[in-house]
């Protein structure tokens, strides 16, 4: 498919020069484009699909790098990077040396902000005292309104007459909105008592003689008084907004008008715009939460994701929790705006009344499991690791303090490909460890078939899981389950050399046995579940090996590998002790093999290392 319209942006306001009339074909190539491209790389797709035309609307009548655009969250920036002159790049979205899928200020001046969560605010004001120009636009999802941080931001902002917030009214996070604040939105967008008055003072308006066109004008940019009258003010404008909309997130032209008409302003300014979810793909618009996040999909072969789910560990685990509720009526399951993500709608659809989105509020998740469990029930809150780093407070004070009944889910636990440093699932170990919280790792699907069931019955305060993205590895895989908390998985005649991991990260120690041996240097491997407590006996099992080598998909300071090699000296053991592990917390957007080469966690430098010290 041919784009002209698009090809013909190559740099930062290129779409200033297209004609006002060409603006909606631009808008259909860009969404185009998106479907065509994503679905072959990966990648953010119903949330790009959402806000084109708001997006194009912004860049016509800003000027960047000057004027500021932030994404609140940056998933939807892809326009932005179209309409920026890198529509090249999107080839190698998401991969090794090639584009980002979130902001990045490395990659173009016109990127402000890495992940956005409030700091739009600080930028205006900094602006602000240093007597700079230009305005600092912020796009924020409405299921972001679902968490805390928004409203402390909104605290913040008197006198900021340089702060546009756009609210991106979709009706959707990343699953479907839930809560009070979803339905106040609603209420916003749809209440007819609002709709009625104002159709019935256009029309009494417009029968007065040559005024009242005039006049009808005047009540449109106006609306605000009658939404007053209505609702008696809205939150916003109690919060030192002024408030504006809701309006067609769609419309292209009426959107530029009324950014090129905000450039002089007098407060901070909220912008209600209603968008949709997936626009332009009918399999998204039908299934956003689906399509939010996505592989490479055959586009003429689509699946409905609730009859045919992908096999994965977010899957297994969301189906065996389900099953479990069969059995354990105390049972809970609870998730911040990621059922589809976490595997939770296979327990949504079995147990309903026990199923519990509270939207994109991490923090409340586990405070809000803290009250559950300590009124009897045994609430499980899955989270990707990445995330669960919000609610660090809350697990450690409201959780730990107490030793409340309550089941951690960790997934996208490790290495995580594509999304680059944001996404990345690697300190949940070292933190959760460092409160004293048991942390298992199952490494393929029937350790966590196994596993979950005995922390669920068998367990009582709290406890992790943790378990990595996608699907399991056909080496790990063929491991299957002893109910070991940990395992000697490759045994060679003779070695004094041993080599130790857990969970995917596994897999590159018995590679690496592989590689020493055609070196002639025979070594051992030992795969741990339970990483933390170290399991009992796992010090004296390797007690007798001269060179132990331990390698994890975590941070090194804190994380599990320091802590079995002091643990080793504490025992007594005087051998050479070599630890692999993430140094850099600032990683690639790559594959997770890329990842691990990065970090010297891949097989080759896992032996290399036992090599050069053998030498």
């Not at 897999?507 to 339970?530: G, H, N, S, W």
């Amino acid at each position: 498919m041919t784009y002209p319209l698009l090809g013909r942006i190559q740099a930062p306001g290129d779409v200033k020069r297209l004609q006002e009339s060409e603006l909606p074909a631009l808008c259909e190539e860009i969404r185009q484009f998106l479907i065509e491209s994503v679905s072959a790389t990966g990648g953010h797709l119903s949330s790009n699909l959402g806000v084109v035309e708001l997006t194009v609307a912004l860049h016509r009548a800003l000027d960047l790098p000057q004027d500021k655009i932030l994404f609140d969250v940056g998933h939807q920036c892809y326009t932005h990077k179209l309409l920026t002159g890198r529509m090249a790049g999107f080839a190698e979205l998401r991969q090794k040396n090639g584009l980002s899928g979130f902001p990045n200020p490395k990659e173009s001046p016109c990127d402000t902000f890495i992940a956005g969560h409030g700091s739009a605010i600080g930028i205006a004001r900094a602006k602000k005292l240093k007597g700079e120009p230009g305005k600092v636009v912020v796009i924020v999802g409405d299921g972001a309104f679902t968490g805390g941080m928004v409203y402390e931001g909104m605290n913040n902002v008197s006198q900021l007459n340089n702060l546009i917030c756009i609210l991106n009214d979709n009706k959707m996070s990343i699953s479907k909105n839930v809560g009070q604040m979803a339905n106040y939105l609603t209420k916003l967008r749809t209440d007819p008592k609002y709709f009625h008055v104002k159709a019935q003072m256009e029309t009494a308006l417009e029968r007065i003689p040559v005024a009242g066109n005039a006049m009808v004008k005047a009540l449109q940019g106006g609306k605000q008084l009658v939404r007053r009258g209505i609702y008696h003010s809205t939150m916003f404008e109690e919060m030192g907004f002024q408030y504006i909309g809701p309006v067609d997130g769609h419309d292209v032209l009426l959107m530029e008008q009324m950014f090129t008409n905000l450039q002089e302003q007098f407060a901070p300014i909220f912008l209600h715009v209603v968008t949709q979810k997936g626009k332009g793909l009918k399999p998204a618009e039908e299934n956003p939460g689906e399509f939010h996040a996505v592989s490479s999909i055959d586009l003429s072969h689509l699946t409905d994701p609730e009859l045919s789910p992908k096999d994965s560990f977010s899957t297994v685990f969301g189906s065996t929790l389900a099953e479990i509720g069969d059995d354990v009526p105390e049972l809970c399951a609870i998730t911040a705006a990621m059922k589809y993500g976490t595997g939770l709608n296979f327990f949504k659809h079995r147990h309903k009344e026990r199923f519990y989105d509270v939207g994109m509020a991490e923090e409340h998740a586990v405070s809000f499991a803290a009250g559950l469990a300590s009124q009897g029930l045994l609430p499980t809150v899955a989270i990707y690791s990445t995330f669960f780093q919000r609610a660090y407070d809350q697990i450690i004070h409201d959780v730990s303090l107490m030793h409340l009944n309550v089941l951690f889910g960790v997934d996208r636990a490790g290495l995580v490909p594509g999304d680059g440093e944001t996404h990345q699932g690697i300190y949940d170990p070292a933190f959760f460890s460092q409160i004293g919280i048991p942390v298992f790792a199952p490494a393929n699907y029937a350790e966590l078939k196994y596993w979950l069931p005995h922390l669920v019955k068998d367990m009582t305060g709290p406890r992790a899981i943790r378990y990595a993205r996608g699907n399991e590895k056909e080496a790990l895989a063929a491991l299957g389950c002893t109910g070991n908390l940990f395992d000697k998985i490759d045994t060679r005649p003779g070695a004094k050399v041993a080599l130790v991991s857990y969970g995917a990260e596994s897999e590159e120690i018995i590679a690496a046995t592989d590689l020493l041996l055609q070196k002639k240097v025979a070594a051992d491997a030992y795969k741990l579940t339970r990483i933390f407590p170290l399991p009992e006996g796992l010090c004296e099992a390797l007690a007798d090996y001269d060179m132990i080598l331990f390698a994890e998909d975590a941070i090194r300071t804190g994380g599990i590998g320091q802590q079995l090699g002091f643990a080793l000296q504490q025992a007594g053991w005087q051998g050479k002790y070599l630890l692999h592990a993430v140094d850099n917390s600032h990683l690639l957007h790559a594959s997770v093999a890329e990842l691990r080469k990065d970090q010297n966690l891949d097989a080759a430098a896992l032996a290399a290392d036992v090599l050069a010290y053998i030498k």
